[in-house]
């Protein structure tokens, strides 16, 4: 069967794909032996936790030149699923996460969490924002505090300290950021964002600052937290392989404006272990797939167990 480029007008009324209608190719090598992209069970596309609508957004410089940066996107996610997005830099990944948690109105559409439209800061969505963004003049249990202080919750310190203590932390409650290294503030910012026990996670590049191996040490650590209590997210990185390591769906932006090229479900068995992950054939055909997507060729194998090793 061939790849071809995913919209709404290809889901049936149970969600599956419909084959009898028309799409581009997107993947011209080797797709024979490839897995069949699948977008949105038939829970999720009827029962969506997460519904972008119609969303467009143009930013205007200060000549009035304008920048359009969404173009009539339309995504569901469903309760509990992880979707991870991938995409040229530029193309409006994290124009579309200020929009889901209400930093941004948009130029035209909706984002519904639960069926309501978002609107200002939403108290059930968690926000990590691209690079760690922790106060410096905070501890570390200060900074898990704060997020617990902006959405008026009480309990902070108990909270923040059996957070710290889930990632890791314990004993480095009092400690300032700057006394931290990188893979710890990525641990405080991580207990900061599950903090306020948010129903959906928005995550801008969480891990992209860190070596490989404090990343492969933090992806465990949030899927371990994750799989606790699956909640919604939405992780947009430009780690194809974070993508398929941590996602339910992997969803690739064309350029700005950006809109979906691809939408793949990853139908490999949790819990996953990264590093077991990457030798397995479904493993490296998902990668092939999005690379084709995105544009660019696979990397050779040697590549892929350099960047990993
Ligand atoms: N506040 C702003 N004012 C004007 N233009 C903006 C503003 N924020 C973003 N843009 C423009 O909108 C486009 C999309 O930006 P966005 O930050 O959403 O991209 P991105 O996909 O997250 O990119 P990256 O992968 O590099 O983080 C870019 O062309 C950017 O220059
Ligand atoms: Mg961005």
Not at 32 to 53: G, K
Not at 77 to 86: D, M, P, S
Not at 145 to 171: F, S, T
């Amino acid at each position: 069967m061939a790849l071809r480029k995913l919209a709404n007008s290809d889901l049936n009324q149970d969600g599956a794909v419909d084959d009898t209608s028309s799409g581009s190719p997107v993947v011209a090598r080797g797709t024979s032996e490839l897995p069949r992209p699948v977008l949105a069970s038939s829970e999720r596309s009827r029962d969506p936790y997460v519904e972008v609508r119609g969303l467009s957004h143009v930013f205007y410089a200060r000549d009035d030149t304008p920048t359009p940066t969404l173009l009539d996107f339309d995504l569901q996610i469903g309760r509990g699923e992880f979707i991870a997005i991938v995409g040229p830099s530029g193309c409006g990944k994290t124009t579309l996460l200020n929009v889901a948690s209400g930093l941004l109105v948009p130029s035209a559409g909706t984002v519904l969490i639960d069926g309501e439209p978002v609107s200002g800061i939403q108290q059930k969505v968690g926000y990590m924002p691209a690079r760690d963004a922790l106060l410096p003049w905070r501890t570390a249990e200060g900074n898990v505090e704060y997020a617990l202080e902006i959405k008026r919750m009480g309990d902070r310190q108990a909270v923040a300290r059996d957070m710290l203590r889930r990632v890791g932390l314990a004993g480095y409650e009092r400690r300032y950021i700057g006394e931290l290294s990188q893979g710890m503030r990525q641990r405080v910012a991580i207990a900061r964002t599950f903090a306020t026990a948010p129903q959906i996670l928005l995550m801008d590049e969480p891990f992209s600052a860190l070596d490989a191996q404090t990343r492969a040490q933090m992806h465990e650590l949030f899927m371990q937290m994750w799989e606790n209590d699956r909640k919604a997210v939405i992780l947009v990185t430009h780690d194809v392989s974070e993508a398929i390591t941590l996602a339910d769906r992997v969803i690739v932006l064309s350029p700005r404006p950006g809109t979906i090229r691809l939408d793949l479900a990853i139908e490999l068995a949790r819990p996953r272990r990264a590093r077991e992950l990457y030798h397995q054939e479904q493993f490296r055909q998902y990668l092939a797939q999005l690379w084709d997507a995105l544009g660019y060729d696979t990397p050779d194998a040697k590549d892929l167990s350099a960047s990993h090793s």
